[in-house]
C-alpha cells in the first residue's frame, strides 16, 4: 500500500485544498505537520504567529476529526520526518501546496527536493494562489504556462502575461472537501518508529519561542473564525470600507481582517473571490459594491506582491534595486529603541507601534508610515526594522512584507517616495486626538492645540499635563525630509537604477512604471504600492 501524505504548511483547511485532492484520488490518505523549531527561532518570526497557528491546527484536528481522520504532527525538521515517515509506514507520495516564504523555507523546500530525490519519493507541488512560477504548470495543475523567455523581459508583456494567468486563476471555482476521502490515523502507525518526534494535537506547546512583548489583542486562528469574519464583512462591515480602512480609529472593524487567514491558510484566497464575486452579482447597492470592487482589487494585488518575492527569494535581505546599496543608513541603536518602543516623540507614530503590540496587526496606511519614520526620517536601515515588524505582524506574509517594506523605505527604484508627515497624517486620520490620548496615556490631558506637537508646548505646560516624560522627536522632521529626498535624488542623478530582474522588472534608465491603461487593474488604481493589502 503507498500512502498519499499531505504535508500541511501554510493551508491549514480541508476545503479549496488541490493536494487533498488530488491525494485522496490515488490512495489512503494521512494528513502531516511538521513543527519546525528552527523556523520559530527566525528573527522574523515569534510566539504570537505561532499561537494564531496553534490555534489553526486545533480547528484543523476538529475538520478531520468530523470525518473520520486525525492529524500526524511531528516535531522536528522536515527530512527528518519524512525520514522517520518512511521507516514507519514505507513507501509513500508527497503531496503539498507550493509555498512563497522566507529565504530559510525556500533553502528548506530545496533541501526536501533533494531528499525526495534520494529517497526516490514523489513530490507533488501545487499552486495555492496567483502567483505563477516560472516551471509552474498552470492553475488546472496540468499543463505549463506557455511563452518564450524573450516576452517576459519585456515589463508590459510580463504584466500582461500574469494578469491573465490570475484571471485564469481567480475564475476556477473553489474546491469542495473530497468526499471518496480515506483517512489514515497516525495510532495506526509504528510508534516506535516516530519516537518522541510525534505530538498529540493537545500537546503542542503554548510557547515555542521568546517574545519581548506579549500580545493580548491578538486575532485567535482557526477556519471558523477565518469563515465568520468573512460572512461579517460581506453582510456588514465593507459598506463603507474604502472610507473606513485608512484611519487606525475606525480600520480594526473597517477592514477584512482576514490578513491572518489569507497568511497560514485557513481561508483560501479563491474561497473569498468566490463569495465576494457572487456578493457583487446579487448586491442591489451599487455604492456599497463599489467598496466591494476596491476590496476585490487589493486581492489581485496581494497576488501580485506575493509573485515579487517569488521571482527574488533574497528581497528580505538584499535591496531590490542594488543601486540603493549606497544609502547611508547606518544603524543608531537608540533611535531603533524609541522607534520600536513607541517611544519617539511623534505622538501618531507611538500610538501606532504601542498598538500594533499589543494587538500584532496594524493598517496598512500606519504600517507605510511606521517603516517611513524609520527608514527616512530615522535612517535607519531597512533589513532591522523589517525583522522586528515581520515579528509584530500575526499576519506575517513574507511575499507582502519584504515587497512592501522595500517600496516604504525607497529601496525599489519606484520614482514616488513615500515619506509620511506624521503630524500631517495625525491631523487628517485622528483630528480630536482620539486614538493618539487612548495609546499614549501620558498625552491624556494635553489639549487638541498640542496633541499631535506636544513638543512645542512650554516647559511649564508639560509639568502642569503631565507630559513632561514624554520624549522629544529626535530629530527635526521638516530636516530630515528634506535631507532624504535630496541623498535619493543625488543617488538618482548619478547612478539611475538597474532595478533587480523579475516579477516583471527590466533594466532601464529609471523605476519600471506600470502604465494603467496597458495593464488595466479591477478597480482602475493609479498606485499599486498603496494598495491597502493587509485590509
Known amino acids: 500500500m503507498t500512502v498519499q501524505v499531505v504535508w500541511y504548511k501554510r493551508d491549514l483547511r480541508l476545503a479549496d485544498h488541490r493536494p487533498l485532492v488530488a491525494a485522496s484520488q490515488s490512495g489512503p490518505v494521512l494528513c502531516l505537520y511538521v513543527l519546525e523549531d528552527a523556523y520559530w527561532q527566525l528573527a522574523e518570526t515569534s510566539n504570537r504567529q505561532w499561537l494564531f497557528v496553534r490555534d489553526s491546527l486545533l480547528d484543523l484536528e476538529q475538520q478531520l476529526a468530523a470525518i473520520g481522520g486525525s492529524l500526524l504532527i511531528l516535531r522536528s525538521s522536515v527530512c527528518e520526518a519524512l525520514t522517520l515517515l518512511q521507516q514507519s509506514v514505507g513507501t509513500f507520495v508527497l503531496y503539498s501546496h507550493e509555498e512563497t516564504g522566507n529565504l530559510w523555507t525556500y533553502q528548506r523546500d530545496i533541501q526536501v527536493a533533494a531528499w525526495c530525490k534520494q529517497h526516490a519519493v514523489t513530490w507533488c507541488e501545487y499552486a495555492q494562489n496567483g502567483v505563477r512560477r516560472p516551471s509552474r504548470k498552470n492553475s488546472s495543475g496540468k499543463k505549463k504556462i506557455t511563452g518564450s523567455k524573450a516576452a517576459d523581459k519585456n515589463t508590459d508583456a510580463w504584466h500582461q502575461r500574469w494578469h491573465l494567468h490570475w484571471e485564469e486563476w481567480s475564475q476556477q471555482p473553489p474546491l469542495p ?122 486581492l489581485v494585488w496581494h497576488c501580485y506582491f506575493i509573485q515579487k518575492l517569488e521571482s527574488n527569494p533574497d528581497a528580505g535581505l538584499m535591496n531590490l ?121 501620558e498625552l491624556g490631558q494635553v489639549s487638541h492645540v498640542w496633541i499631535f506637537e506636544p513638543w512645542r508646548m512650554p516647559a511649564e505646560m508639560r509639568v502642569r499635563t503631565g507630559s513632561q516624560c514624554y520624549p522629544l522627536p529626535p530629530v527635526d522632521f521638516s530636516s530630515s525630509h528634506r535631507e532624504a529626498k535630496d541623498e535619493i535624488s543625488m543617488l538618482r542623478s548619478g547612478v539611475a537604477g538597474k532595478v533587480v530582474k523579475g516579477a516583471g522588472q527590466k533594466t532601464s534608465s529609471r523605476a519600471v512604471v506600470v502604465n494603467p491603461e496597458q495593464n488595466p487593474t479591477p478597480a482602475g488604481n493609479d498606485d499599486f504600492g498603496q494598495m491597502s493589502l493587509f485590509d
Not at 482557526?222 to 462591515?237: E, P, Y
Not at 481582517?257 to 465576494?276: D, N
Not at 526620517?377 to 515579528?391: F, G, I, M, N, R
Open 177 to 298: 472537501v473530497p468526499t471518496a476521502l480515506q483517512l489514515l490515523n497516525p495510532r495506526d502507525f509504528n510508534a516506535t518508529a516516530l519516537g518522541s518526534k510525534a505530538l498529540a494535537v493537545a500537546e503542542l506547546p503554548l510557547q515555542i519561542c521568546d517574545d519581548e512583548y506579549t500580545c493580548p489583542g491578538r486575532q485567535p486562528g482557526g477556519r471558523h473564525i477565518g469563515l465568520a469574519l468573512l460572512d461579517s464583512f460581506l453582510a456588514q462591515r465593507s459598506q463603507r470600507y474604502q472610507s473606513l480602512i485608512s484611519s487606525p480609529l475606525t480600520a480594526e472593524s473597517g477592514c477584512s481582517r482576514l490578513s491572518a487567514h489569507l497568511a497560514y491558510g485557513t481561508v483560501s484566497l479563491r474561497e473569498v473571490l468566490a463569495r465576494l464575486d457572487f456578493t457583487l452579482q446579487h448586491h442591489p447597492d451599487r455604492l456599497w459594491c463599489r467598496n466591494l470592487s476596491a476590496f476585490r482589487s487589493r
Open 321 to 441: 534595486n542594488r543601486k540603493y546599496d549606497a544609502l547611508q543608513r547606518p544603524w543608531d541603536e537608540s533611535r531603533f529603541i524609541a522607534w520600536s518602543q513607541g517611544k519617539t516623540g511623534w505622538p501618531l507614530v507611538d500610538a501606532c507601534m504601542r498598538y500594533l503590540i499589543y494587538h500584532g496587526w496594524l493598517n496598512f496606511r500606519m504600517r507605510a508610515m511606521l517603516v517611513s519614520i524609520a527608514c527616512y526620517t530615522l535612517k535607519l536601515p531597512w533589513q532591522p526594522v523589517s525583522d522586528y515588524l515581520a515579528k509584530l505582524f500575526v499576519d506575517f506574509e513574507p511575499g507582502i512584507h519584504y515587497p512592501q517594506i522595500q517600496m516604504q523605505s525607497g529601496t525599489t527604484g519606484q520614482q514616488v517616495l513615500r515619506i509620511y508627515n506624521p503630524v500631517k497624517q495625525a491631523q487628517e486620520l485622528d483630528p480630536e486626538g482620539i486614538f493618539v490620548r487612548r495609546w499614549l496615556p
